[in-house]
């Protein structure tokens, strides 16, 4: 139980297109999803927090008008790159948490390996 | 604020020793604290995780961790290392009700034949 799955597993594209990456929790219903983002050799960082049905909080530093979130229902979210460019080119992943109070523990998704040129 | 920190972000050891992964946290209340691997270009695997009950942890693979508050540590641990355990291993803190993971900056281990 408990998987969470990203798609796709890997994107390219060009400098100026969006793309769109998909996370679902199959087992489960997610009140709560993460996206992270990894660089090469570095840990995850925390990119932004995404509650079913409201508005994903961004941490600092994060340009919520260039990864737009939408966590449209308890199963899915998702993740736009607007305008990629090459700077942009990350390791995303992301974590959902179950429902009930004390529930602390995320499942994370496979990642997905976007490559901007 | 909650903070996590790993020591040592390359350890080597040879197949068949001790595995130890060293970690400790910064919090303000009590922690839930987790351990994850990571293969390459693959998401993050739970090794274990300690949520207030028993001090020492089991987890899969034969890893496992002890809690001590007194020294704020949570390091992992394997008695035998094995070459399938070469991966990257994250320590991770989350506190309060937004559940936030604050993640450590990682250790990469690598198992000597």
């Known amino acids: 139980g408990a998987v969470v799955s990203q798609h796709p597993s890997w994107v390219i594209c060009k400098s100026g297109t969006s793309v769109k990456i998909e996370c679902r929790s199959l087992?489960?219903?997610?009140?709560?999803m993460f996206w992270y983002r990894q660089f090469p050799k570095q840990s995850l960082m925390l990119m932004a927090t995404?509650?079913?049905?409201?508005?994903?909080?961004?941490e600092q530093g994060v340009e919520k008008d260039k990864f737009l979130i939408n966590h449209a229902s308890l199963t899915l979210s998702t993740l736009t790159v607007t305008s990629a460019h090459p700077e942009d080119s990350s390791f995303y992943i992301c974590?959902?948490?179950?429902?009930?109070?004390?529930?602390?523990?995320?499942?994370f998704g496979p990642g997905t390996r976007l490559t901007v040129l | 604020a909650q903070s996590v920190t790993q020591l040592g972000s390359h350890v080597s050891v040879s197949e068949g020793a001790l595995v130890l992964l060293r970690c400790n946290y910064s919090?303000?209340?009590?922690?839930?604290l987790f351990w994850y691997v990571q293969y390459p270009n693959q998401g993050l695997q739970l090794l274990l995780k300690y949520t207030s009950a028993a001090t020492l942890v089991k987890g899969i693979n034969g890893f496992e961790a002890e809690f001590k508050k007194s020294e704020t540590s949570f390091h992992l641990t394997k008695p035998s290392a094995h070459m399938s355990d070469a991966a990257e291993y994250f320590c991770a803190v989350s506190v309060g009700t937004g559940n936030q993971f604050y993640f450590g900056t990682g250790t990469s281990l690598t198992v000597i034949p």
């Open positions: 974590s959902a948490r179950g429902q009930g109070a004390g529930y602390n523990e995320q499942f």
């Open positions: 087992d489960f219903q997610a009140t709560t």
């Open positions: 995404s509650n079913e049905g409201s508005k994903a909080t961004y």
């Open positions: 919090s303000s209340v009590p922690p839930y």
